[in-house]
T-cell receptor, first 116, second 110 residues
Framework: EPEVTQTPSHQVTQMGQEVILRCVPISNHLYFYWYRQILGQKVEFLVSFYNNEISEKSEIFDDQFSVERPDGSNFTLKIRSTKLEDSAMYFC??????????????FGNGTRLTVT | DAKTTQPNSMESNEEEPVHLPCNHS???????IHWYRQLPSQGPEYVIH???SNVNNRMASLAIAEDRKSSTLILHRATLRDAAVYYCILKDQAGTALIFGKGTTLSVSS
């Protein structure tokens, strides 16, 4: 079964540094998402991306964050200047067209970002 | 998105059925009911979704009340691998993002 793959599985960075988290969504999917989960807390929506532009974003997704689909296969999340509170598990997800926009989301297993 | 209410935790024994409830009294006519689960150290995983009729798939069944103000996810025979956080989420047709709540933590004992 096709999977969403995320790299790296664990990233350690120093406060103030830029990080790029990478995702390869399922190949025929059209909608792409980033979520994060701070340890012990709930899964939080960050941003959705469709047709090469952001379609929705949450309050968390401020100017420090950006997303890009640089080629036909990768989907990236960039954090420009990391803060301690950015330490979390970051999940990428994708979905196909589906009926009524309700096709299931497929999640990767996440990248654990640790900011020191 | 309309709000859902789930118990914080539930316990089950292996090979017994599990009924996970979800209340959504403010559901609108266009809201679909989605269930996802998150196994330890993994990303969320789709389980099932429905609009009005009960739904079955290889993982579970979804029973939707006639007034749609509540639903129940049914795991027919719980296994140790079913221990996870289960999320009941309402999603309308227009929006594309799923918004997760705290979910129900299911423990399964052998």
């Amino acid at each position: 079964e096709p999977e969403v793959t995320q790299t790296p599985s664990h990233q350690v960075t120093q406060m103030g540094q830029e990080v790029i988290l990478r995702c390869v969504p399922i190949s025929n999917h059209l909608y792409f998402y980033w979520y994060r989960q701070i340890l012990g807390q709930k899964v939080e929506f960050l941003v959705s991306f469709y047709n090469n532009e952001i379609s929705e974003k949450s309050e968390i997704f401020d100017d420090q964050f950006s997303v890009e689909r640089p080629d036909g296969s990768n989907f990236t999340l960039k954090i420009r200047s990391t803060k301690l509170e950015d330490s979390a598990m970051y999940f990428c997800a994708s979905r196909g067209q589906g009926a009524h926009g309700n096709s299931p989301l497929h999640f990767g297993n996440g990248t654990r970002l640790t900011v020191t | 998105d309309a709000k859902t209410t789930q118990p914080n935790s539930m316990e089950s024994n292996e090979e017994e059925p599990v009924h996970l409830p979800c209340n959504h009294s403010t559901i609108s006519g266009t809201d679909y009911i989605h269930w996802y689960r998150q196994l330890p150290s993994q990303g969320p995983e789709y389980v099932i979704h429905g609009l009005t009729s009960n739904v079955n798939n290889r993982m579970a069944s979804l029973a939707i009340a006639e007034d749609r103000k509540s639903s129940t996810l049914i795991l027919h025979r719980a296994t140790l691998r079913d221990a996870a956080v289960y999320y009941c989420i309402l999603k309308d047709q227009a929006g594309t993002a799923l918004i997760f709540g705290k979910g129900t933590t299911l423990s399964v004992s052998s």
